[in-house]
């Protein structure tokens, strides 16, 4: 493995002392951070195999995006001006019906591709069926080189929240065979120097009994792996609990030992003060989707008041199904912005800390803070370089406050996982991005005409 200097830009750390270098550099050597320094003074120390000259570019730590469904990357945009109920039932889950493992691989290294080139390292996938063939998407995330949790759903019912009755047959598990495609998965492609995590992805409230929520917990523990799921997402959903367990989701996942320190819910919308509790209390991750839950105006998540309790805050930018994009610098400016405007007070959720969501703070999410998230000596040498060469970034008055708001995706242009670079001036080197998207054009027309669904 080659040694590697990024040299000339400024290096934005995330370190705890939230350091940032002016004319800085990080050497990097066998996969990990060795040096983060001067410029001058990493050249005059180090004589790397590769350096990149990065003048005129930020140089961060590789974004974490904490809630993804890869598999919405062939659906995009479909779900415009839909309620989640509408978006589930009409357009995701006829889709993903029809889906065949081709398309769903299809689908997944679209996404890939999308956030590799926009600068996200390491991603959480929601939740796969069997049929999506969650080794071959394992296989697709090792070829590409990024990091991913790719979380295998459980389930044991046909029910669902909606009031669109059962689920479609094709999207029916077993449990049994849940617990053993997790199993398969987790000896396969996870190890201590892997790139993949496998956790298990409860399918939701409705599709999971009492029993096997209490048992998912068990089988976690006991195998020393993570779960994530939705929880809180929508009023539709408080409701559906209180009218058949008279209880909240938080409170329910409490009481079935879903809440602790290796659990990652998604969306959180409006909770109240037992549920801030709890969540503190337990050490529970949240992954914050803002844009998702705007788009199909589900509810607000209360991020800033979050983050004040002392609970760990990732951000993710769900399914393009609605949200249109993976692009996670999309996804910082709206978190900036969605919470200063609903608060009425344009203090709240400074650039650093919405930057720090992205990246140690989605480090933190899934239990690998000691490994990424910053760029610290002795952490993975995940690394992006932006671009400042662009209208849109001069001038140059804050750094980080820059990134956050006026930064694009398509300004990244190197990308660096444990120590390969995927990304290169602008071009990706790591796969064939043109047979990429011609298979992706390809399984959407396939999933169109095989679902029936229209565009409008």
């Known amino acids: 493995m080659k040694s590697i200097l990024v040299s000339g830009g400024i290096v934005i750390t995330m370190d705890p002392l939230n350091r940032v270098i002016e004319d800085g550099a990080v050497y990097m050597e066998d996969g990990l951070i060795a040096a983060v320094d001067s410029k001058e003074r990493l050249k005059r120390t180090f004589k790397p195999d590769l350096e990149i000259d990065a003048p005129h570019h930020i140089i961060l730590p590789g974004l974490v995006d904490s809630h993804v469904h890869t598999t919405h990357a ?27 493992g081709d398309d769903a691989v299809a689908s997944a290294e679209l996404s890939m591709l999308e956030m590799l080139t926009t600068g996200t390292t390491t991603f959480v996938e929601a939740g796969l069926h069997r049929k999506f063939r969650p080794d071959r998407i394992a296989s697709s995330v090792e070829r590409i080189g990024l990091r991913a949790v790719l979380s295998k759903t459980v389930m044991d019912s046909p029910g669902s929240l909606t009031n669109a009755g059962p689920l479609n047959p094709a999207m029916v598990e077993e449990p049994e065979q849940c ?5 398969d ?6 190890s201590p120097d892997s790139r993949i995590r496998i956790w298990l992805a409860p399918r939701a409230l409705g599709v999971v009994s009492r029993a096997l929520f209490r048992r998912i917990s068990q089988f976690a523990k006991e195998n020393g ?14 409701e ?61 998540c209360p991020a800033p008041l979050l983050i004040k309790a002392g ?14 994009t993976y692009d996670m610098f999309s996804e910082m400016r709206f978190a900036a912005l969605v919470h200063k405007a609903s608060s009425l007070d344009p203090t709240v959720m400074p650039a650093h800390a919405v930057l720090g969501m992205a990246t140690i703070g989605g480090a933190r999410a899934i239990g690998e803070d000691k490994k990424i998230g910053s760029i610290e000596v002795g952490k993975a040498a995940d690394i992006i370089t932006v671009d400042l060469n662009q209208p849109h970034m001069v001038p140059l008055l ?17 990308v660096i996982v444990a120590g390969n670079i995927l990304v290169e001036g602008g071009r990706v080197v790591c796969c064939d991005p043109g047979q990429i998207i011609r298979e992706g054009k390809k399984s959407f027309e396939r999933v169109m005409e095989k679902s029936g669904l229209r565009l409008g």
């Open 240 to 300: 559906y609990m209180r009218t058949h367990y008279g209880t909240t989701p938080v409170s329910f996942a409490r009481d079935v030992g879903l809440l602790g320190p290796s659990t990652l819910l998604a969306h959180m919308v409006d909770p109240d003060e037992q549920d801030v509790s709890l969540l503190r209390e337990t050490g529970t991750a949240i992954a914050h989707c803002p844009t998702s839950n705007a788009q199909l105006s589900s509810g607000y």
């Open 398 to 414: 804050d750094p980080v406050s820059s990134i956050v708001y006026s930064a694009s995706g398509t300004d990244v242009d190197n």
């Open 185 to 190: 998965l987790s000896s396969r492609f996870s």
């Open 74 to 100: 062939l659906i995009r945009g479909l779900c415009q001006s839909s309620s989640l109920e509408d978006c589930l039932t009409k357009t995701v889950w006829p889709a993903q019906a029809v889906m065949d």
């Open 311 to 324: 609970i760990t805050v990732g951000l993710g930018c769900d399914g393009a199904s609605h949200n249109f």
């Open 179 to 183: 617990f053993r495609d997790a199993k």
């Open 225 to 238: 792996i993570g779960i994530t799921m939705h929880l809180r997402e929508s009023a539709m959903e408080v």
